[in-house]
């Protein structure tokens, strides 16, 4: 009897709630999103103050446009002259009451590689108004533009043809060719 009497009593404890422990509370987990990794732009440049100043860079970009049946070639020559691993930048641009806006814009950074050679950064944006009622002008186009960007490896003083685009309508074609050069100081 006394064994069943520890067997009910036992039972009894396992059942009856404690009061001594408080009840726990709910579980929660704070969870801190990581942030995204920062990535340089392609055109990021070092702080100033931990770079040497390297030599100036003259860029030099021609134009050649070799215009549709009637029209003359012509062409135009830009030149920038920047420090090393700085940009340069040009705004220019034509408003008239024939031929609408034509600018001509560019932005290089020239960045001098320890062989002797320039990897240039370039964007370049050209566009030509057209007068609708010239004769040479039956399809009545009014403005024919190129844009472009590009990242080259260039020797020193040596030009390459960077593009040579075609209308997408007549037989006109836009020529690039570019040119950069480490000036001595």
Do not use: C, W
């Not at 009593?9 to 990794?37: E, F, G, H, M, R």
């Not at 009637?70 to 030149?79: L, M, P």
């Not at 940009?87 to 031929?99: H, M, P």
């Not at 399809?139 to 590009?150: E, F, G, H, K, P």
Request: no cysteine; glycine share 6%; proline share 9%.
């Amino acid at each position: 009897m006394h064994s069943m009497m520890l067997v009910a009593i036992s039972l009894q404890l396992a059942t009856t709630p404690q009061a001594a422990q408080a009840p726990k509370p709910p579980q929660t987990t704070v969870v801190t999103p990581t942030p995204p990794a920062i990535v340089a732009p392609p055109f990021a440049v070092e702080e100033d103050s931990k770079r040497e100043v390297g030599p100036n860079v003259r860029v030099d970009i021609t134009l050649s446009d070799l215009g549709g049946a009637g029209s003359a070639a012509t062409t135009k020559t830009v030149t920038i002259t920047t420090n090393d691993g700085k940009f340069g930048k040009l705004r220019t641009q034509v408003t008239s009451r024939a031929y609408g806006a034509a600018p001509l814009n560019v932005d290089v950074r020239p960045v001098v590689r320890s062989g002797g050679q320039i990897l240039l950064y370039l964007t370049l944006e050209y566009s030509q108004g057209r007068n609708p009622d010239v004769d040479s002008n039956p399809d009545r186009i009014m403005n024919v533009s190129l844009n472009q960007s590009a990242v080259l490896l260039l020797d020193n003083g040596k030009p390459l043809t960077l593009s040579q685009s075609a209308d997408p309508i007549g037989d006109r074609k836009v020529a690039v060719e570019v040119k950069a050069t480490v000036l001595k100081n």
